[in-house]
Nanobody, 122 residues
Framework: QVQLVESGGALAQAGGSLRLSCVAS????????MGWFRQTPGKEREFVAS????????YYTDSVKGRFTISRNNAKNTVYLQMNSLKPEDTAVYYC???????????????WGQGTQVTVSS
């Protein structure tokens, strides 16, 4: 089992910045690819960004490219999502997730955090 705890969600103004953190425990963190997802009421959970085991590769959904940056510190068992130039449409509950290689390559994630609320005011 892997436990994931997100933090850093808050109320921010449009154009501002937030940094989300997700701390993992329970298994070897560097064995897992990590992802960030978000969800708003009435909508399906949406992929935001992912990062591979050593941080060598990152991926983003088009709407956040150039504004968000995913990174990880394997020594601290933590993955981050730096969010800049925030927009009201970024408002959502943000979840981090962990995927073993087999799952990641098929687009699936094995463990999920409880989520942290990000609200962006215009």
């Amino acid at each position: 089992q892997v436990q994931l705890v997100e933090s850093g969600g808050a109320l921010a103004q449009a154009g501002g910045s937030l940094r989300l953190s997700c701390v993992a425990s329970g298994r070897t963190f560097s064995n897992y690819a990590m992802g960030w997802f978000r969800q708003t009421p009435g909508k399906e959970r949406e992929f935001v960004a992912s990062i591979t085991w050593t941080g060598g590769s990152t991926y983003y959904t088009d709407s956040v490219k150039g504004r968000f940056t995913i990174s990880r510190n394997n020594a601290k068992n933590t993955v981050y999502l730096q969010m800049n130039s925030l927009k009201p449409e970024d408002t959502a509950v943000y979840y981090c997730a962990a995927a073993l290689p087999k799952s990641y390559l098929s687009g699936a994630y094995d463990y999920w955090g409880q989520g942290t609320q990000v609200t962006v005011s215009s």
